[in-house]
């Protein structure tokens, strides 16, 4: 929520004048004037902090950014273009788990890299659930079974499928699966989590609009970060499914979240890393130059 005691400032002994604290507010706060710039309301402001990131002499003050929240960018440190694309490419959703756990200062360093992601009006109302606990790994997966039974007795409801089938024909392909699965748990595999020894779900509070849309893109924040120190990780398609059937609301629950999940990363160090990587589909872009 925005606070209004923010206060804004530009120290007119250091201000050159450059306008770019002007033309980067998203808000439009500031105004280049004849006598310098002015700042308008600070109540418009969604602290973005961009005033305060690009001002390239520190003149532009701003009370949520204080001197311990600004750092200079060392650019010569940046990956290069080759280099992120090479991640970017080698990128997968490797399945094939260790036993072993992660270190928690890496699954640190990937929810850090998905709270780095932007979020709709600067929002910031993304939040993480790290479980690790392995009856509660178990417990995610028996839940989103028992949901897909749930809805398996829907979907072969005699009255219900001619209906349904016309509806949503996409969604039978899942029925002998569902059961599949099922059995496979009871034999000890798992085929939800695959062995993932830690799953990170992002949630955002109940009445955030873009709240599956910061959550997708904090997650791709964490899968690359994922990528790059070498865990192994998939989007934990099945578990957000039944979340998204469930009215009750069930896995919020047990994992002690009030919000809605919105998407989930299941994690474990590799039992091997792919030698190759392959292309996808054809790139499909239609361009209006
Ligand atoms: C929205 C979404 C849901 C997914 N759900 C699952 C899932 O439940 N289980 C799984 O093993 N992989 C899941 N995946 C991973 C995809 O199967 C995978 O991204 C795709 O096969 C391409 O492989 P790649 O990620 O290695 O490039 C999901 C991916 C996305 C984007």
Redesign the pocket.
Known sequence: MKDLKDTLYINSNSCIKCNRCVEVCPAHIMKQTPNGISIGSANDCIKCGHCVAACPTGAFEHSSFPAGKVHKIDYSTYPSAEQLETLINS?????AFSKEDIPLDLLKKILEAAHRAPTASNMQQVEFTLVTNKETLHQISAYTLNIFSKLEKKLTNPFLKPILKRIIPGVYRYVPKFKTMREEFEKGNDL?L?GATAVIFIHTPKENRFGRDDANIAYQNGSLMAQALGISQ????????AIRQDKKDGLAKILGINGTIHAGM?LGLPKFKFPNYID?KELVVKMLL
Do not use: H, L, P, Q
């Open positions: 990128r997968r959703s490797n399945r939800i695959r998939f989007y934990t398609g099945f578990v957000c499914t299941a996808k």
